[in-house]
């Protein structure tokens, strides 16, 4: 890690406050069959999602497969979903494909906003109009148009940190968020994300359920991503995030054990960390396997809380 980059992560670490934009999916969805339609597409139940609520939901296909992580925020009768800027144009067209079909609307309402990660528990967002979805780490603000040089303004005014995109990248893992298209894609089965909340197990039928259910009755999945934290000589040896990302894991006799998808060197740790898919017999917290020459430790995500 280049010094620049080591100052800011300690800048932030002290501070607590940042903030990052992005662009991010936000779709608006209502009608009187909203919840019909709704809990035929993804793995949550938003008949019990409460006014004001949120839940984590997925969108998967025929084979249980991950087609976009979601956040459904109820607004009375509506739902708003957020999601990746990868899986937008999915998830709009997975709902708009139904709005023939009954009294179920859908509008894509992420350009007439911008989409700002607040890392900090104790910011209070002064604008009614943001829309507001809640982290494990702050709030993320999507944030009117209009209205988003003043909520800059603010976040300013409070000392909080601009996060650049390789400050992010590095918080990203640390907090173990998976990124579409590099830790999941439409390869991943849904339980193998390991999101605490994203299925419910009760509910009535929904695309891809049969696959996703018959994974969870039978007692485990075959893998699960999962964080890994790397010896010493991983930096040494490799030097860099790239030469390690995609690697082979290896159990101690030899055997496959899964592949790292996500790689950082963490300040906290003073070690890389990473992502990755480990198979089922190896998931224990602080069972070590091998990726290149290097030991590679089992830690439950996130690797900060």
């Not at 979805?133 to 009117?144: L, M, Y």
């Not at 918080?171 to 909340?197: F, H, Q, S």
């Not at 224990?284 to 290097?294: F, R």
Request: glycine share 6%.
């Amino acid at each position: 890690m280049n010094q620049i980059l080591l100052n800011e992560y300690n800048d932030f670490r002290k501070s607590g406050v940042g903030f990052y934009e992005q662009k991010r999916g936000l779709i608006h969805v209502s009608g009187k069959e909203a919840v019909q339609f709704l809990n035929g597409l993804i793995t949550n139940d938003v008949a019990k999602l409460e006014e004001n609520a949120q839940m984590a939901a997925a969108f998967p296909n025929a084979n249980g497969r991950l087609l976009a992580v979601v956040r459904v925020l109820r607004k009375e009768d509506q739902f708003l979903f957020e999601t990746a800027a990868a899986t937008r144009e999915k998830v709009f067209q997975n709902l708009f494909r139904f709005t023939f079909a009954g009294d179920f609307f859908v509008e894509d309402w992420s350009d007439d906003f911008r989409y700002f990660e607040v890392q900090s528990e104790q910011f209070k967002v002064n604008s009614q109009e943001t829309i507001l979805f809640q982290s494990n780490v702050g709030f993320d603000c999507f944030v009117p148009n209009e209205a988003a040089e003043s909520f800059l303004s603010q976040l300013k005014d409070e000392n909080a940190i601009e996060i650049s995109d390789d400050l992010y990248e590095v918080l990203r893992i640390e907090n173990g968020i998976p990124k579409y298209g590099v830790d999941a894609d439409e390869t991943t089965i849904v339980p193998e994300l390991g999101i605490e909340g994203l299925i419910n197990y009760q509910k009535g039928c929904y695309i891809g359920q049969e696959i996703i259910a018959r994974i969870h009755f039978r007692g485990h999945i075959a893998k699960q991503l999962t964080g890994l934290i790397l010896s010493e000589s991983a930096a040494a040896a490799d030097g860099s995030n790239a030469e390690l990302r995609n690697a082979e894991l290896k159990s101690p006799d030899g055997k496959n054990a899964g592949r790292v998808t996500s790689v950082t060197f963490s300040p906290k740790f003073d070690k890389f960390i990473a992502l990755a898919f480990v198979r089922y017999d190896y998931l224990v917290e602080g069972t070590e396997l091998k990726v290149n020459e290097a030991t590679a430790t089992v830690k439950h995500l996130p690797f900060v809380k």
